[in-house]
């Protein structure tokens, strides 16, 4: 009977049988225990068989789309009620087995009910959880009988125990009081379900509806429907995160967010919450937007607040804890506080504190409080987050309706640029949400300080508070660190910023700079920004570092300083346990006062952020236009009535109508005379953009309706402001617009689809088009409609354009370098115009990009046809006053106000003057026109260039349109395993070509540096524990010295002591030590101690900072070299690089890519080996106290190894999904601002909202599942932490008795189980952030691989004659050339003679090989056979540099770069400015250039945008001029210049060029009518070669025919 239930305690008496029921039954304690154990097991037999049945039917039972999808009344309330009840039963299970130890035989009853109460309510929550899930409540009903069972139990067991006195100071007393209390609670739960969901007793059970967000199957964010532990644990996320290893993480994946996180419903609290602050009284005051956001989401973060509160006091229980252990571990005199027994049963009961003396129960807690702990902190940063999330989602949606009303006098006059717009949506509401995401620190950290050294000075005394006082001293000047470090960024910025713009100059004009052999003059003006970028990189370096530093050296500094001023004050050191509860508190202060830095900055940005939102919520604002509906308000709902009756009809159709009291359409009349037939009409109007000067006065004029009204006159005279006027885009001063309304009837009037009348087309002059394809541009919104759309693309002439795209129609404009001329994108802009189907069309001088044959095209087709087909009224500004004579109606105007209106006919007959003037004019243009009709068209020309931007690309066939995407595809269509593999793998080829080019030196000093410092810091805990324990170890043995009364005896139990404590470290300092505290009396000693320790502290403090500096210099070498062959290896790359590389490609990687190398790597790096390095150390002083704790580690570092797999792999895809739907957003704002009239006239505001809130949430959902995911890795290796501090407690406390460590070495081991929980995530979170990181690192590496053009050639430079070439003589023989080995050939076999001083013209039809011919001169392009000889020399065997710099072109396009004239004409600074002038009189342009301010150092901006194109064309023939070479070649040079430029240029060419050989390369052929030699070429083959006037005279020739079809 070892294990009877009651016990058999043989006592004499038989009154104390324990089975004798003499006094009653209920008065045997025993048998009231075995009472409470009835309806647990009653329990267990009833849901058992519910469950297996359940379960097994599952099965079958179709799987609702989320097994969360419903909640009880009280779910979250029960859930925590059955975890405190857990909770107690431990409690309850934990004082029966110690008081079960204090009896004679085992006492079962003391702890069994314990233990199956535990099993029960673990089963209940299951079964509870199982119901909820399949939504049967009736089967609740058994657990609310559990309860009120349980509950009768306990409380006579309570009642028991209140007769027999025992009271509150007895342990079981107590938790016996708490099990009926939870019980009780529990109870009431289970009654409120009843009440609420009436599934019992009540006749009609209540019906439930899961929310709206579940029954959408697009809600993939289940956080708010999952039960309590999954929210705690972020359980749900499982298969999302496991699912991202077989394949990536899609947009389709994440699904839609739940409603009340999306930005509408977000924008609509803050909304109302700002509002509500504009009262009756004060209409006009500014509401506060603090105000407004706490009143919108001021509860969450009250919730986030209280967790953050709870999570750092638990994390006090750490040390705490440790402190006890520790402490009952010492050898010590004092006797713990004992229990008694109960004279009655002869059972022990426990006092209440006795407890917390054992220590198996303080690891327990310890595990407990952390797990606690660490479920609160994630929950609290959960909170904040999602918050954060939904305050950028309002705001984001208050901006864009803000910016939707913003008056256009604000964007025109500069009040509101598009930068700042830009700026507060991508800064300032980050800056906003980062600062939501840090608040609870600002209210917490001060209490988590001040309770930290409360708990130091209860521990240590005053000493304690000299080490605080040095983190406390130490944080402004990390203040300081952080401040300085955001300074040196901005200065950074506008280093880089600069660079790229030098960068992608060179990159446009690379061709020019190739051909002149300027590359290395631009590459070092590139290499010298970057010098002053890398100064300013080293200033962020040393701060960052510092920042480092300052956060090591802190907590061995406070430690230093606390124990040697406890040394001075107390003349003896502490105790182990003092010790280490001191040092586990330090580490605990640190985080706050160095997190307090980053808040407080983050507070001042958010502040400044919130002036700026209120300054721009609170700027002008649009009119209200109700008065285009009418002069009276239509009502919206009678027009959406009728629209909804009436069927769709084709337009081609007669008209027919559904209503029966609509059978007459009246026809219009076409007389402007009636007031009805005006579609607008303005009267007496004074209008001002907004600074009371009117810019339009007296304006009356009214638009005919159905008629083409075009409104006249000069630049400048307030045409299209009269348009923005008509649509209410500015401020009225005085008048009115009226608009007309239609008829009723008019309102059917239908195509295919019905006339918005409240809309208006409008086209602006300074084209605006979206990001998104062609068509989508065209339709803007409207149904599609193919026959409709391909008469709009005929009308523009836009097929022959569309057919040019990569895609068709379906090119995303303005992507990957796909951009479109002026021409195009006004050409668009007008399609969507006619595409929209309203009644009035505005178009702004539509024609001023367009050459005269499409302008020709447009307005028959277009406008004439198109539109007055369909009788739509329409407004046209143009100058092209050869279109008067369509006109039906026209108004003539004139520095802000009307000069005439009326028709052609009335203008002639009124105001012969201004008639006459016209007429001149239209000669003047007719003659132009003339003119023009000569040049081949400038679309021709666009159309060309497009073809060639897409042209060299097709040759790759379009699939290097992102390189690194296409590399990944090859390698992972082997299988799925292998796909598997690689996306979980750590890309170590790539680090370590990141490390390797930070130089080797630099490497080998991290790595040891770093190591070093470990071994250091862990040393200087080491010692301490070694120190205290010596204390320990004599106090001991003097006491045990006096109960002996030998002294003797205590030397040897001393050392005996000391060693058998010691070897276990088994390192030689140790044993010596000992051997020394044996010898050595302890106060010197002591001084022994305190020195080597202070000697270690100043050790690991300078390696602290030689560490940080190490790894940050090191970063700053590898991003210095890793630039400088980057930009060496593109600037020489060959010419076809650049024609398959996109442009955007190429300049990514000197932007986004350089940044992260410059500035992301090197921190997450050292954070990286920081963290590993920490837990690599504490796990090695762990194991070596005590070795069983390997054997529980490996299953730890298995789960750890699966955890960092799956979250890295699943952690990149959301990132790459951030970063990807970020972009979308920014666009779309940008976007809005810059075509608000546009968006406006069209009415299409609603469109944009609603695509906004789409983006938003869209980049929203990705976010919340990339913190979500944070969340899931941090709880998993938090829990992880608290398993290792538990299972190094454990093995510690019950190791078997041979090794017990010391009580120090235990408080160590312990403090380093405890930081490896802070680190164990953060290896995890810096090993995915460099993987992504290392990503920018590979894309730059793949460029280094590229072929760099032969410079050297395989002649010296001395062999060149020094004026070669002198006469200008070129030979070809045989030549074929391609661009590329893979390539067919673009020339093929070319024979010619050029004799010295000859000028040649070459032509033929577009890709006949004439331009690869001028690149050919050059050796631009692969010569794989035969040669070109000039002046005897082979030009292959030349230096490029050499070859290059002694020929000139000029090229199709004008390059100039930003900078001077000067720099522009002769960057290598080798010309006299005489030479330049004469140059610039050469080229008839020496008269503009002396006016200019500054003359030959007057500036030129970006791409030469400052002067015209025919000028820019003018400044390359002087450039070409400058260098005095023999042989200049022109490559279609006159191809965007007017004729009169064009004579000049051809005079030059004959007089200052007439001992040179030019060769020409024509556009039109007319330009070489006067050549000596003219070679037509067609495929790569010459096709006649000869003198103009012998080829004119063969009539069927190909020269021939060009003349004739050019003249």
């Not at 956080?223 to 995160?241: C, D, E, G, H, R």
């Not at 109960?342 to 409080?369: C, D, I, K, R």
């Not at 769709?648 to 027919?656: D, S, T, V, Y």
């Not at 541009?777 to 693309?793: D, E, L």
Request: charged share 20%; net charge neutral.
């Amino acid at each position: 009977m070892a294990f009877s239930f009651c016990g058999n305690d043989n006592f004499s008496k038989s009154s104390h049988n324990p089975y004798s029921v003499v006094n009653g039954v209920l008065n045997n304690g025993c048998f009231v225990d075995a009472l409470n154990l009835v309806p647990h097991v009653v329990l267990l037999f009833i849901t058992f068989p519910i469950l297996f049945i359940g379960w097994g039917s599952q099965s079958s039972k179709v799987q609702i789309h989320h097994n969360t999808w419903l909640h009880f009344p009280g779910h979250n309330m029960r859930w925590i009620l059955t975890f405190s009840l857990l909770f107690v039963h431990v409690c309850e299970f934990a004082e029966g087995i110690v008081s079960n130890q204090m009896q004679n035989t085992n006492h079962l009853h003391l702890f069994m009910p314990a233990f199956m109460g535990f099993v029960a309510a673990t089963t209940s929550v299951v079964y509870y959880h199982n119901i909820e899930t399949s939504n049967f409540p009736k089967l609740l009903l058994v657990l609310f009988i559990y309860w009120v069972l349980a509950f009768i139990t306990k409380s006579i067991k309570l009642w028991k125990f209140a007769e027999e006195h025992i009271g509150p100071q007895h342990l079981r007393f107590c938790i016996t009081a708490l099990l009926v209390l939870l019980y009780g609670l529990l109870m009431g739960v289970e009654i409120n379900v009843i009440r609420v969901r009436r599934y019992v007793f009540f006749a009609n059970p209540q019906k439930v509806k899961p929310p709206e967000d579940l029954q959408d199957l697009g809600v993939r964010f289940l956080q708010p429907f999952v039960n309590l532990l999954s929210k705690a644990t972020y359980w749900w996320m499982n298969p999302l995160i496991m699912g991202a290893h077989k394949r990536p993480i899609e947009l389709k994946k994440i699904g839609k967010l739940p409603i009340a996180m999306r930005a509408l419903t977000n924008y609509l609290r803050l909304k109302d919450a700002y509002e509500d602050q504009r009262t009756a009284e004060d209409p006009n005051r500014a509401p506060s937007i603090w105000r407004s956001m706490y009143r919108a989401f001021g509860r969450p973060i009250l919730l986030s607040s209280t967790f953050r509160y709870l999570a750092d006091l638990l994390g006090f229980a750490g040390p705490l804890c440790i402190s006890g252990i520790v402490k009952h571990l010492e050898p010590s005199k004092n006797a713990t506080v004992m229990g008694e027994r109960h004279p009655v049963s002869n059972l022990y009961f426990m006092s209440s504190t006795e407890l917390l003396q054992n220590t198996s129960v303080l690891a327990v807690l310890l595990f407990l409080a952390l797990v606690l702990q660490r479920t609160f902190l994630q929950a609290s940063y959960y909170v904040t987050i999602e918050t954060g999330i939904n305050l950028r989602g309002a705001l984001l949606a208050m901006i864009y309706n803000k910016i939707l009303r913003l008056s256009t006098s604000n964007m025109s006059m500069g009040e509101m640029t598009l930068g700042q717009i830009n700026n507060l949506v991508a800064i300032e509401t980050n800056q906003l949400m980062w600062f939501l995401f840090l608040c609870p620190n600002l209210w917490a950290m001060p209490v988590q300080i001040v309770m930290g050294v409360i708990l130091l000075y209860y521990l240590l005394g005053p000493s304690a508070l000299v080490g605080a006082s040095v983190i406390v001293l130490l944080a402004p000047v990390q203040y300081l660190i952080a401040t300085k470090l955001a300074d040196t960024q901005k200065s950074t910025l506008e280093h880089s910023t600069d660079r790229l713009k030098k960068t992608s100059e060179i990159l446009k004009g690379i061709k020019l700079l190739k051909l002149y052999a300027w590359e290395n003059i631009f590459c070092d003006s590139v290499e010298d920004t970057r010098g002053k970028e890398l100064t300013s990189l080293k200033t962020f370096a040393f701060y960052t570092s510092m920042s480092i530093f300052m956060n090591a050296a802190i907590p061995i500094a406070a430690v230093l300083a606390t124990f040697v001023m406890h040394h001075f004050l107390t003349q003896t050191g502490p105790t182990p346990s003092e010790a280490f509860a001191a040092l586990a508190l330090f580490h605990i202060l640190v985080t706050p006062l160095f997190l307090l830095s980053t808040v407080v900055r983050f507070a001042v940005k958010a502040l400044v952020s919130v002036q700026k939102l209120g300054e721009f919520l609170q700027s002008d604002e649009i009119g209200d236009d109700s008065w285009r509906n009418g002069d009276m308000s239509v009502s919206m709902e009678a027009g959406k009535k009728h629209l909804g009756v009436t069927k769709a009809i084709n337009r081609k159709q007669p008209m027919r109508y559904q209503m029966d009291n609509y059978e007459q359409p009246t026809r219009r009349q076409m007389r402007p005379s009636e007031t009805e037939d005006v579609a607008v009409k303005v009267t007496n109007g004074f209008f001002t953009w907004g600074n009371n000067l009117s810019t339009l006065s007296d304006i009356n004029i009214r638009i005919p309706t159905g008629q083409l009204t075009m409104i006249v006159g000069q630049v400048g005279c307030g045409k299209s402001s009269l348009l923005l006027a008509m649509l209410g885009e500015m401020q009225t001063n005085d008048g009115r617009v009226y608009w007309s309304k239609l008829p009723d009837n008019e309102t059917l009037y239908e195509g295919n689809f019905s006339k918005n009348r409240y809309s208006v087309a409008y086209a602006t002059q300074k084209s605006w088009l979206l990001n998104a394809t062609v068509e989508e541009n065209i339709t803007f919104g409207s149904p599609f409609n193919k026959q409709r759309y391909k008469a709009v693309i005929d009308a523009c002439s836009l097929q022959p354009d569309i057919d040019l795209l990569p895609f068709g129609d379906q090119t995303e404009i303005g992507e990957r370098g796909i951009n479109l001329s002026g021409g195009q994108r006004q050409r668009i802009c007008v399609a969507r115009a006619l595409y929209q189907n309203t009644n009035i069309v505005f178009l702004d001088d539509p024609f001023s990009a367009l050459d005269i044959h499409l302008s020709d095209h447009l307005m028959q087709e277009g406008i004439l046809k198109f539109l007055q087909d369909d009788k739509r009224t329409v407004v046209l500004v143009t100058h092209k006053l050869q279109y008067l004579i369509h006109a039906d109606w026209i108004i003539a105007m004139k520095d802000g106000y009307v000069l005439r209106e009326g028709t052609l006919k009335d203008i002639q007959t009124h105001d012969v003057e201004l008639y006459d003037h016209w007429k001149t004019l239209m000669n003047r243009q007719d003659t132009e026109l003339e003119k023009d009709i000569q040049q081949d068209s400038q679309t021709t020309l666009e159309r060309k260039t497009l073809r060639r931007a897409f042209y060299s690309r097709e040759a790759k066939n379009q699939v290097d349109d992102d390189e690194e995407e296409e590399e990944e595809e090859e390698e992972d269509d082997d299988n799925m395993s292998t796909t598997t593999n690689r996306r979980s793998k750590i890309p170590w080829r790539v680090c370590w070509c990141y490390l390797s080019s930070g130089g080797f030196f630099m490497v080998f000093l991290m790595v040891s540096s770093k190591l070093l410092k470990h071994s250091v810091i862990v040393a200087i805990d080491y010692w301490l524990a070694i120190w205290t324990n010596s204390k320990t170890k004599t106090n001991a043995a003097a006491g045990a010295a006096e109960a002996a009364g030998a002294a003797g005896a205590a030397a040897g139990a001393a050392g005996g002591g000391a060693g058998g404590g010691m070897l276990v470290g088994s390192s030689l300092p140790t044993v010596i030590s000992s051997t020394l505290t044996t010898i050595a009396p302890p106060a010197e000693s002591d001084w022994y101690f305190l020195m080597v320790f202070i000697i270690l502290c100043a050790a690991g403090i300078t390696l602290c900072l030689i560490t940080s500096l190490t790894v940050e210099f090191l970063g700053l070498s590898a991003a210095t070299n890793l630039h400088h062959n980057l930009l060496n290896k593109i600037i020489h790359a060959p010419i076809r690089f650049f024609d398959i590389t996109p442009l955007g490609q190429i300049l990514n990687r000197f932007s986004a890519d350089t940044n992260i190398i410059d500035q992301h790597i090197p921190p997450t790096l050292e954070s990286l080996t920081r963290s590993t390095l920490l837990c690599l150390s504490a796990i090695g002083v762990i194991s070596s106290i005590t070795p069983a704790f390997l054997l529980a580690l490996i299953p730890l570092a298995v789960a750890f190894y699966f955890i960092q797999k799956y979250f890295r792999v699943a952690s990149k895809d959301l990132q790459d999904l951030d970063d990807s739907t970020q972009l979308p957003l920014l666009c779309h704002f940008s976007e809005t601002a810059e075509g608000l009239t546009t968006i406006r006239a069209f009415r299409h505001e609603a469109r944009f909202k609603q695509r906004m809130l789409e983006l938003t949430d869209t980049n929203n959902t990705a976010y919340l599942f990339l913190s979500a995911a944070n969340r899931w890795l941090e709880v998993r290796t938090d829990y992880l932490g608290a398993v290792i501090v538990l299972t190094a407690a454990g093995a510690s406390i019950w190791g078997s008795g041979s090794w017990l460590p010391s009580a120090g070495l235990v408080g160590l081991g312990l403090t380093y189980a405890l930081t490896v929980t802070n680190y164990l995530n953060w290896v995890v979170r810096n090993l995915a952030d460099l993987e992504v990181q290392m990503a920018a690192v590979k894309k730059v590496n793949s460029f280094l691989s590229t072929e760099s053009e032969n410079y050297e050639g395989s002649m010296d430079t001395s062999q060149v004659p020094e004026n070669w070439p002198q006469d200008g003589e070129i030979k070809i023989q045989d030549l074929c050339v391609r661009y590329d080995p893979m390539l067919k050939p673009v020339l093929k076999h070319v024979n010619m003679y050029i004799e010295p001083g000859q000028k040649v013209g070459i032509c033929g039809r577009t890709g006949s090989g004439k331009s690869s011919l001028s690149l050919a001169f050059f050796n631009m392009v692969d010569i794989f056979e035969g040669k070109i000889v000039i002046d005897g020399i082979d030009i292959c065997k030349l230096p490029l540099q050499t070859l290059r710099s002694r020929l000139s072109i000029i090229l199709q396009d004008p390059v100039l770069f930003s900078g001077s004239i000067r720099f522009n004409l002769d960057p290598e600074r080798t010309c006299t400015d005489d030479r330049l002038w004469e140059a610039l009189e050469i080229a008839q342009l020496k008269h503009m250039v002396k006016a200019l301010p500054g003359g030959l150092d007057a500036v030129v901006t970006e791409g030469g945008e400052n002067f015209s194109v025919g000028q820019r064309q003018l400044f390359c023939l002087a450039r070409a001029f400058v260098r005095k070479s023999s042989i200049l070649i022109m490559d279609e040079a006159t191809a965007s210049i007017d004729m009169a430029t064009e004579n000049i240029l051809q005079k030059v060419v004959m007089t200052a060029f007439a001992d040179r050989t030019v060769v020409t390369i024509a556009h039109r052929v007319h330009t070489i009518l006067t050549a000596d030699l003219v070679i037509v070429m067609k495929r790569g083959n010459i096709l006649e070669y000869d003198k103009p006037e012998t080829l004119l005279e063969q009539e069927d020739g190909m020269f021939a025919s060009f003349v004739r079809a050019d003249m």
